[in-house]
């Protein structure tokens, strides 16, 4: 699957979705915020418990195949899980164009300490 961003001027990239982000195996709940409308905008949240690079894969597939999600200007995102098996600490983001809101929304994960929560 390839993600074809709606807004490429603003700055998003078209991504490139592996096998992983289909496999059942990697479903996980995707969880949805009330939306918040400021001005013109529409500000939307999901959250999705996550412990391996196919789980990212998977939710991150699963919400840019959502045609409104995809027609967003911004689709930012980041996640952080501790990948047991190696026994390190992954964590990524990206501001998808809107300069620095992924790495505010990583720094929110870490102070949240989301890796350490329990269901």
Not at 48 to 77: P, Y
Not at 101 to 115: F, I, P, V
């Amino acid at each position: 699957f390839t993600y074809l961003p709606a807004h490429p001027e603003y700055g998003q990239r078209r991504r490139t979705f592996d096998d992983a982000s289909d496999n059942p195996a990697n479903a996980v709940e995707i969880r949805r915020g009330e939306p918040i409308v400021d001005r013109k905008s529409t500000f939307q949240a999901f959250a999705a418990k996550v412990s391996c690079q196919g789980h990212v894969s998977w939710v991150m597939r699963a919400l840019l195949e959502d045609r409104k999600i995809a027609a967003a200007t911004h689709n930012m995102f980041a996640y952080r899980f501790r990948d047991e098996a190696r026994g390190v600490l992954v964590a990524d983001n990206d501001d998808d164009g809107e300069d620095g809101a992924g790495s505010k929304l990583a720094e929110l994960l870490n102070l949240t300490g989301c890796e350490r929560s329990e269901e």
